[in-house]
Structures are given as C-alpha cells and as structure tokens.
C-alpha cells in the first residue's frame, strides 16, 4: 500500500503504519476497534498508540474509563520528519565531535585480528581473488608482497593461477619471494616468464622445504596448506609486521 510505504521511509515500521492509518480512519478510537482495524493484537496496538501520543503524532482522551486515541491531524507528519531531521543533524554534529575520542579508544584496546577461513581448491582461488583490493593499493603505494613457502603445487591446484598472476604482474605488484633450494616452482613455462620479469627470487637450503605456503600484504598475512586444501587469511598488522621483519632477516642473510 502506498501510504504505508510512504510511513515506513518516514521510519514507521510497518505495524507502527498500520495502526496510524487505521487510526487515522477512524478519527477517534478505543484501541481495540483501532487494532481490530488494523489486524494487530491489541496490546501491541496500544503499545503502538502510546508511542505515537509520545511522538506528537496523536492524542488521547478518557471516556467512561475507556482510553480514546485521535489521529486527526496528518499535517503533525511532516512536523515529525522535520524533527528527525533536525535530531539526525544534532547526532552527526556529537558524533564529529567525539570521533577523535572514539578513535583513541579504538587504540587503547587495540584491534581485534579478522580471520577468514577457506576449503578445497575453489577456496584457494576464492583466497587469491580476495586479496586484489589489498594488492591493487600496494601496488600503488609500492609495497612489495612477501612470499614464503613451497608454491609449486598452486598450478595443479588452480590452473588458472598463471593468468592471475599475470595480471597480477602488469597491475604494478611487486613480489619477493623465497623458496627452498630444492623447489621447482617454475616447471611451468607460463610461471617462468612471469617470474624472470616481475619476481625477485631468493633461495633457502634444501633443509627449509615445507609444503605450505604463505603470502605477506601490508595487514594481512594468508597462510596455504597444500596438502590439506586449507586457506586461512588473517587482518592484524601488528602480526603481520612480525612477519614481515621475519621474512626481511632471512632475505638479507641468503645469497
């Protein structure tokens, strides 16, 4: 119904709605004619019809100890809006003012790490994608992505990876990357001209293989299980930073 409508973009919900039309009908009413009208319990009903006497939007009156409501004044709704209006800017006024206050607040208790977990191959690729926003700004703002771990099994994981990390490459994202010296990542010939052009690569000894993988953005740290199919991504830059400078040491103490 259109007037309903119209009531529940005002911020009626649609029972407050209903009873203030059926009220409105009826000009002046017990509450239980208003809620038959209406199709609502009566108690609801008159819940309802108190709010509204509160809100200026009716009044009520007492006949032979019976409670009489009166909606009879639509034009007191656009008073309404206007009251909400004027209360909405009030609220974004306070809340301007105490935001530096909120935000320190935020520091003191410190952020809360965001974990999302992901399954099976279709998880691995679902992972990857989610990640574009994160590396699209790194790319900007020139932050190379860190990547440790056993990746050869991502083709055969995900064929289409080659393509990903291509456009990956030509978006500007800078990786580094070290592997086990007895990891052949680029036995794909796709893989291998991606990485003579846009990877820098360092090698471990042989002993620090591990099937696992893991990749570093600027707040974000995603951990692969290859052999279990498990993608975990972790938001918590304080961890994340951990690793980077992890992941840095070991960068400049191998050839």
Same mark, same amino acid.
Request: charged share 30%.
């Given at each position: 119904?259109?007037?309903? =409508? ?8 649609s ?10 009908? %009826? ?19 008159y819940?309802?019809? #108190? ?11 007492? !006949? ?10 639509? *034009? ?6 206007q009251?909400?209006?004027e ?6 006024? =306070? ?5 530096? #206050? ?13 974990? =999302?977990?992901? =399954? ?19 790319? +900007?703002?020139n932050?190379?992505? %860190?990547i440790?771990?056993?990746t ?5 994981i ?9 456009? !990956? ?20 010939? !796709?893989?291998?001209?991606? !990485? ?10 042989? +002993?620090?293989?591990y ?5 570093l953005? *600027? ?37």
């Open positions: 119904m259109l007037y309903e =409508e119209i009531l529940i973009k005002a911020g009626f919900d029972k407050e709605a209903k009873v203030y039309l059926s009220a409105l009908e %009826l000009t002046s009413a017990p509450a239980s004619a208003i809620a038959q009208k209406a199709g609502i319990v009566r108690s609801t009903c819940g309802i019809l #108190e709010e509204l006497v509160h809100k200026g939007l009716a009044t009520k009156t007492e !006949r032979s100890g019976v409670l009489w409501f009166n909606v009879d004044s639509p *034009e007191r709704l656009k008073d309404y809006v009251n909400q209006k209360n909405l800017n009030t609220v974004e006024k =306070e809340i301007g003012h105490f935001l530096p #206050e909120l935000k320190k607040i935020q520091r003191q208790f410190g952020f809360k790490p965001q974990v =999302e977990f992901y =399954e099976g191959i279709k998880g691995v690729a679902a992972a990857m994608e989610s990640t574009i926003p994160d590396m699209k700004k790194m790319a +900007k703002e932050i190379p992505i %860190l440790n771990g056993q050869a099994n991502m083709v055969e995900w064929p289409d990876f080659p393509e990903f990390a291509l456009w !990956r490459a030509k978006s500007g994202v800078k990786i580094k990357m070290l592997v086990s010296d007895a990891d052949n990542d680029f036995v794909d010939p !796709r893989m291998a001209a991606i !990485r003579d052009m846009h990877y820098k690569i360092k090698k471990l000894p042989a +002993k620090y293989i099937t696992a993988g893991a990749n953005f *600027e707040d974000k740290v995603m951990l692969l299980d290859f052999e279990q199919l498990v993608t975990i991504i972790i938001k918590n830059k304080p961890l994340v930073d951990m690793m980077r400078k992890s992941f840095e040491f070991m960068w400049d103490n191998v050839k």
